[in-house]
């Protein structure tokens, strides 16, 4: 059998899951689009078919439900394995310290640790910023400069407009009161239009003289 390449056309053009054709439904196919998907995208080199993608995604939250659901229950079994490993657990330990120092001291021991993970955590976003910054970078070919970024120019220059626009214009000020729209209705032409509906009435109820 002759080698072929991992990302050959015919190899893709089914539904991994349920064998139907894709050749003609282009939807499926995630174009222009870089292999750093998320899971939910449909992957150009395995795509699967309008009926099978939404299987495909509740079987991958639910590997991941597992999976973190594992990882959480192996972390609770080390956790309790170092509790009866640690001296300071031992009954005859407690006894001698009391259990108030124990407490103190097992709260120490707490914050370290959230301490540790706390600066663990900043530096994992410091690596991550910075290797943001590096792609960008490489990307764009230069550092960058905030001053000139386009869209922000575009954005600055907008507010200009809009605050020179008020600027012109002046403060506010309430109208005069004769411009000044009113905000009640004058009762005599309330009265008015009451008279005119009585009267429209009356002649409604009235028998026409032929």
């Known amino acids: ?41 449909p992957s150009a080199y395995a795509p699967r078919c309008k009926l099978c993608q939404p299987a ?9 439900k ?18 009866k490993a640690d001296p300071r657990y031992f009954p005859e330990n407690v006894r001698n310290v009391g259990a ?42 230069r ?4 001053a000139t970024d386009p869209i922000k120019q575009m954005i600055r220059a907008r507010q200009d407009h809009y605050k020179a626009r008020r600027l012109r214009a002046g403060p506010m000020v309430s109208a005069p009161p004769e411009i000044a729209e009113t905000s009640q209705v004058d009762p005599d032409y309330l009265r008015l239009l009451e008279a005119i509906r009585d009267q429209h009435r009356r002649e409604a109820k009235e028998p026409r003289g032929e």
């Open 56 to 64: 495909h995604l509740k079987a991958l939250r639910a590997a991941t």
């Open 100 to 141: 108030v120092a124990l407490a103190k001291s097992i709260e120490a021991g707490i914050r370290q640790a959230q301490a540790a993970r706390a600066s663990k955590e900043a530096e994992r976003l410091r690596r991550a910023a910075l290797k943001a910054e590096t792609r960008r970078i490489l990307r764009n070919g």
């Open 1 to 41: 059998m002759p080698l072929r390449h991992p990302e050959a056309l015919p190899q893709y053009r089914t539904c991994p899951d349920c064998g139907r054709s894709l050749r003609l439904s282009s939807e499926n196919f995630a174009l222009r689009k870089g292999p750093g998907r998320y899971p939910w995208q």
């Open 66 to 83: 597992a999976a973190r659901y594992v990882k959480e229950a192996e972390r609770q079994r080390i956790a309790r394995a170092a509790i």
């Open 143 to 146: 550092p960058y400069d905030p």
